[in-house]
């Protein structure tokens, strides 16, 4: 499936990629619709897709199929999962541990196709290996996890904290069920509908209905026990529930910031208790090399099943009617196969 710009998704016939030096070729085992696709249809991404045409999807495990000359960890036949980037290595940012802000992050794309290409620099930073056992389709939510995971990590959830997260999208309940992982006690906040009865059912959680009641922020901080929770995050990217996230947040609390916003959109903010209080406002952006191999671990260790998330499964040719259920709100993840 070829992007040709917003609107603009198309099925081409196109040669299978031949690996050069330090690259590989995957069959693609499994790929997953993820809400950045839906986005990136709409009006481009001018960050995951700097040049177009170019092949679609950023979710996928696969088979090693075609080895380039230079390669030595992989041969063909392995079962690999692989992030949708790659940092430089040697940037400011890079150097500071901090790969995820990386001046030169390298994107990939093409999950939505038969085979995959996968450039040198991703290929010696950020592929993983599969044990057996591991099924692609699971593997294939590596990529979302590790982003959950970086923003769990940048809120430091704790054994029986109170986490509470606005927003129950596949990506709100990876961060729910990442927390309770964690033996966090996890609130979710979202909106009555028939996603909302789904995830429901998945059961790592307490629910809170934000459409059902006059202020959502009490109901949270009542459901937190009337101090305010000690970690809140952001999983809708609205700039009106990041200000309910701040207002739900107990004193030393901290607050995530998961969901991107529309750009040039601002929040109001509360100096009085941000400082008094010592709040602690995070930004919580893609994921590094090291989140993403442990996305992979997780997975692996069955410490989070995200089964429960996949609510459909289609057919290559089928991408483009995925990704409208998707914005429909009518699927949570699609499963994508070949
Ligand atoms: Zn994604
Ligand atoms: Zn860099």
């Given at each position: 499936m070829v992007f040709h710009g917003p609107g603009d998704l198309r099925w081409e016939e196109r040669p299978v990629p031949v690996p050069a030096s330090g690259e590989l070729v995957l069959r693609i085992d499994a790929a997953l619709t993820c809400g950045t696709d839906v986005k990136t249809l709409r009006r481009g991404h001018p960050v995951m897709i700097p040049t177009i045409p170019t092949v679609f999807g950023h979710e996928f495990a696969g088979t090693v199929t075609a080895v380039g000359p230079g390669v030595s960890r992989f041969r063909e036949g392995?079962?690999?999962v692989a992030a949708n980037s790659a940092p430089c290595g040697d940037c400011?940012?890079?150097?500071?541990?901090r790969?995820?802000?990386?001046?030169?992050?390298?994107f990939?794309?093409?999950?939505?196709?038969?085979?995959?290409?996968?450039?040198?620099?991703?290929?010696?930073?950020?592929?993983?290996?599969?044990?057996?056992?591991?099924?692609?389709?699971?593997?294939?939510?590596?990529?979302?996890?590790?982003?959950?995971?970086?923003?769990?990590?940048?809120?430091?959830?704790?054994?029986?904290?109170?986490?509470?997260?606005?927003?129950?999208?596949?990506l709100g309940c990876l961060l729910g069920m990442l927390a309770a992982a964690r033996k966090a006690r996890v609130i979710m906040v979202g909106k009555s509908g028939w996603r909302f009865d789904h995830v429901k059912k998945l059961g790592f959680a307490r629910w809170l209905d934000a459409a059902t009641t006059d202020s959502v922020v009490a109901d949270?901080?009542?459901a937190a026990g009337g101090r305010g929770a000690e970690i809140v995050i952001d999983a809708?990217?609205?700039?009106?529930?990041?200000?309910?996230?701040?207002?739900?947040?107990?004193?030393?609390?901290?607050?995530?910031?998961?969901?991107?916003?529309?750009?040039?959109?601002?929040?109001?903010?509360?100096?009085?208790?941000?400082?008094?209080?010592?709040?602690?406002?995070l930004g919580a952006f893609h994921h590094t090399p090291e989140t993403f191999r442990r996305a992979v671990e997780t997975l692996e260790s069955g410490a989070?099943?995200?089964?429960?998330?996949?609510?459909?499964?289609?057919?290559?040719?089928?991408?483009?009617?995925?990704?409208d259920l998707m914005a429909k709100g009518q699927a949570l993840k699609i499963l994508i196969e070949s």
């Open positions: 392995d079962r690999v400011p940012s890079c150097l500071a541990g790969p995820n802000l990386c001046d030169d992050l390298l990939v794309n093409g999950a939505y196709g038969e085979f995959i290409l996968l450039p040198a620099r991703l290929v010696s930073r950020n592929v993983v290996p599969l044990t057996a056992s591991l099924p692609a389709e699971r593997a294939a939510f590596a990529e979302p996890l590790a982003c959950a995971l970086l923003a769990i990590e940048r809120a430091r959830v704790e054994p029986g904290q109170t986490v509470v997260v606005f927003g129950h999208g596949p949270v901080r009542a809708t990217g609205r700039p009106e529930v990041w200000e309910q996230a701040v207002d739900s947040v107990g004193r030393g609390g901290s607050v995530v910031f998961f969901g991107g916003c529309a750009p040039g959109t601002t929040i109001r903010l509360d100096t009085r208790r941000t400082h008094y209080e010592e709040l602690a406002l989070l099943v995200p089964d429960g998330l996949i609510t459909h499964r289609m057919r290559l040719e089928e991408v483009g009617r995925a990704l």
